[in-house]
């Protein structure tokens, strides 16, 4: 069975760091590109972040550049999200997702499947 798990979300004040970890099972891990998405109440899920599968290359929107980074572990299955200089506006739940065999991260948010629970990232003011 393919499984993505999260952990690593709590409560941070502003301008802390948190780092997110997605275990993933049942798959070939180094085959597939892994994004890191997330929702915040009344708002439309957006993507973060995503690492592709081989070389590693990593993609970020203008929101969270310069202060996350992902990376990959591939001996462990393992994504991890560091990231720093939280805001209020980074409160959300932070999803990660296996993206497209081909597409990989050139994949929209529709191509990435096996969605973990999701853990739950609230910063305070």
């Known amino acids: 069975e393919v499984q993505l798990v999260e952990s690593g979300g709590g409560l941070v004040q502003a301008g802390g760091s948190l780092r997110l970890s997605c275990a993933a099972s049942g798959f070939t891990f180094d085959d597939y590109a892994i994004g890191w998405f997330r929702q915040a109440p009344g708002k439309e899920r957006e993507g973060i972040s995503c690492?592709?599968?081989?070389?590693?290359?990593?993609y970020y929107p203008d929101s969270v550049k310069g202060r996350f980074h992902i990376s990959r572990d591939n001996a462990k299955n393992t994504v991890l999200l560091q990231m720093n200089s939280l805001k209020p506006d980074d409160t959300a739940v932070y999803y990660c997702?296996?993206?497209?065999?081909?597409?990989?991260?050139?994949?929209?948010?529709?191509?990435?499947?096996?969605w973990g629970q999701g853990t739950q990232v609230t910063v305070s003011s």
């Open positions: 690492i592709s599968s081989r070389d590693g290359t990593t």
């Open positions: 997702a296996r993206g497209d065999p081909t597409l990989g991260c050139s994949g929209l948010m529709s191509d990435f499947d096996s």
